[in-house]
Structure formats: C-alpha cells, structure tokens
C-alpha cells in the first residue's frame, strides 16, 4: 500500500495518474453539451448504493472509469453556457493549476512550521484585497471556506467588540455587567434581501434569530435607510444594543447593492459595527469599469468577499478582511502545542492566531497564480462581460410580453416570471407553473435556472457569471421555460375541466 504515497518514490505514478484524470476532465468538457444529463435522484442512488466500498478497484484507471459513471457523465457543468443557476462561475485555468500544486503538497496554512511560503503568500494577498476595498494602513483578514463562515467570523468579532465597548461604558458608570447579561440586548439590521447566514450566525453566536432585524427593501431591492434609521432609534429607545448593521454588496436574488455610505454614517452616529458582504459584488473591486458601485464599503469595518463567486476561482476560495487588525484578537487562542503565546511575542507569523479554523487549506495560492497570470484587469474585465450580459438580457425578458421582471439589475442577476395573458382561471396557477418550469426544464438537462420567491410569490431565477453565455442563450432558455410553463397550464386547466 505505500505505493500510493506520494512522495519521492511515486512521483512518475503520480504524473501519469493526475495526467489520466486531467485527459478525463479535459475529454468531458470538450464534449458537453448541455450542463448536465438530467438523470433524477432515483435513477443515480442505486448505482452509487451499490457500490462496496470495502473491495478497492486497485488502480487509478479503475477507478476513473467507475467515476465517469457515479459522477463526470452526470456533473453540474458550470462552465456551459446554459447553466445559468446558483452562484456558481466557470473557472479560470491559472487557479486549477493552482488547485492542483495546492493539493499535492498539501500545506496547512494554521502555523508558519507548516506553510513556509503559503503564509507569507496569503498575507500578500489579503493586504492586496484590503488595499483594493480602501479599509486602510491597519487592515487585516483570513481566507475562509466560503461567503457563510466570512460572515460567521465578522459578527464574532462584532459581538465581543460591542460587549467590549459597551461593558466598558458601563463600568465607567459604575454598572458591571457581565457578557451573559448583554447578550440577549445585542442586535443585529440587515436587509430582508440579505444572505440567510446573518440569522444562522446569529443563532450560533448565543443570539438567537430574533436578534436579527430585517430591514425592508425599496424599489430596487436595497436596504431602505429611512427605516433603518427609525429601527436604530427604536433600539436604543428599549435599552438594547446596535451590535452590527450587514449591508449587502451584491445580494443572492437581485444582485442589488445596499448604499453603503449611508448606511456606514447610520452605523457611526450608533455605534455599530458596520459589515459588508460583498461575497458576489466583490468582482467590482477589479472592474476596470465599475469599482465606483462600491463606493462605502472602504468605510466598514468588515468586509466579507467571495473569489469562488465573482473572481471565476475553484471553490474554496473566501476571505473575511477587517479595518482594525486589533479585533482579530477576539478569535485568538494561544495552544501550547500549535502557536504558544512566545511565538507571537517572536514575530513568527502563525494564520491560526487570526482564524476561526485550525488545519486550512492554501486556497490563496489559487488567486495567487490567477493574479500572476491573467492581472487584476484581466480578470476584471471578464467580470465586466458578465454585468453587460446581465443589462442586455433585461432587455431581452422586459421586452418579451411572456414575461415580467423584477428590477433592472446592478450586477448579473435577473429575477422574472412567466405571466400569460390575463385569465382569471390561470392566476392562481401561476406560482405552480413557475416551479413546474424550472423542475422540467432541469430534469431535461438543456439548462440549468434558479428560483425564489418575491413577495410571497414564485419567480425564475437567471445568475449570470458566465462570459460565453449569450443573449441568444437567454432568449433560447426563455423559449424553453415558456413552453414548459404552457404546457403545465394547457393540461391543468384541462383537468379542471
């Protein structure tokens, strides 16, 4: 079995088993046509049931052919045209080489005795974004797994820095209280388009979901300030605490961007740690066009960016960047045996002193060999592609009377909804055909689309990251959802006959 280490030994049968599984890989996407089978759950359950995993193939080849069965033949394939669901960009090919170096020498990016190189590569990369977001000489972050934990660490951070502060006023005058007290008055505003991870972060800080308030939209689905400000008064009017404000820089369903300085001013006069979430809007930090749609977020105090969503890398790749480096300290944990508190007092620069994870992969070498390539422009420029898709399909679905759409989008997400001439009998049918539509046209393999719902009702979902989509393919997937949403309501209607 130590055949199968790689190490210096192995190293020709690590080549040619990577190179087998590369040409695999590089065969499947030369030859997709559509971004995936269609193959349902019952179809593919039994087959991967039926595998003993207890009797080994005994060689890579094997394996490889049993996997174009239980996964390549029937993946997601985000890099077609036509997927146009989740949140989920094509990748670029500098961050899969990347990918691979990064998995084959395997560093752990928690102490510097494990990721000579990695770690100094990381705070580069952190320095550089936190440069490009303008949060100043004192700003700092860590990579993480995703948008989720970004947001998880920046409320932590809010949390113990408002019982910091607002334990030591009241000590001040003479009040002691202590951190069980506080928490249950400890708030949190963010818009009700915001990500569901601020309630789930709150629940797992000892908050509770009601902590949270859900700040309404306006029009064009941002966070409405006039009552953002009237909620702050009211929360300091019941002896609670404004802990945070989350303004969204790029929200899951609209792509809509909070206003951001007003918001930061709102967050100022109350003291609140202000966080930003730009896991999908953070792509205009690089846009040679656009950067001024983020004008306000250098004021936060916390920014949380996606490179897997917008700067077209592999997953994993996130980071959680702070103003003041000095509020990382409420995640720190000196352990004698991994990063003891004389290796700070040294200057040896060990990530887990700053992160909320111990073992971590080097996912920054990804936008590293990104950047060394292709530059931030590049790369930039691409995401720039993907916004004018997103202006011209609007026109596309607001001009076709088959349907409405909800709002002109300041990135590249489209929300609409098939709407058929007015029929009192087919009204109340509409939510059921919006679903049957996308569940159709998913299980048919031809595309790939989303769903939310707006206003208690159902919509159709377009997330737009991919440059080699066209217009041509919107209209194409518009024609084919309409058909299926027609043919739903001719045999509903049929049935009620």
Known sequence: MRSHLLNETTADLYRRSVTEGVDRVAAKLATTERPHTGISVDELAPVIDGIDLDKPLGDASAALDELENVYLRDAVYFHHPRYLGH???????????????????????????????????????????????????????????????????????ARDEACRIVMKRALGEGVELTKAELLPKLRIFTSE????????????????????????????????????????????????????????????????????????RLAAEHSAWMHVDAAYGCGLLISPTRRHLLDGIELADSVTVDYHKSFFQPVSSSAMLVRDRDTLKHATYHADYLNPRRMAEERIPNQVDKSIQTTRRFDALKLWMTLRVMGADGLGSLFDEVVDLAAAGYEVIASDPRFEVVVEPQISTLVFRY?????????????????????????????????????????????????????????AVLDLLAAHAEQFLGESLAVHR
């Open 87 to 157: 949140l989920n960009c094509p990748v670029v090919i500098p961050a899969v080489v990347g990918e691979a170096v990064l998995s084959a020498v395997n560093s752990s990016l928690d102490t510097w005795d494990q990721s000579i190189g990695g770690t100094l590569i990381e705070r580069r990369l952190i320095d550089w974004t936190a440069r490009r977001i303008g949060l100043g000489p004192a700003a700092d972050g860590i990579f993480t797994s995703g948008g989720s934990q970004s947001n998880f660490h920046a409320l932590l951070l």
């Open 419 to 475: 709407v058929p001439t007015a029929d009192a009998a087919r009204a109340d049918l509409l939510d059921e055909a919006q679903l049957h539509a996308r569940k159709a046209l998913f299980a048919s393999g031809e595309a790939v689309v989303a769903g939310t719902k707006v206003d208690g009702k159902q919509y159709l979902k377009f997330t737009l990251l991919n440059p080699q989509t066209t217009t041509d393919d919107i209209a």
């Open 193 to 264: 388009a915001s990500h569901f991870s601020v309630q789930k972060s709150a629940a797992m800080l000892g908050l509770g979901y009601e902590a949270v308030i859900s700040v309404p939209v306006d029009r064009n689905r941002r966070m409405d300030t006039s009552v953002l400000a009237l909620e702050l008064e009211n929360c300091a009017a019941e002896g609670l605490f404004p802990m945070a404000v989350v303004a969204t820089a790029g929200t899951t369903d609209f792509g809509s961007i909070d206003p951001l300085p007003e918001i930061a």
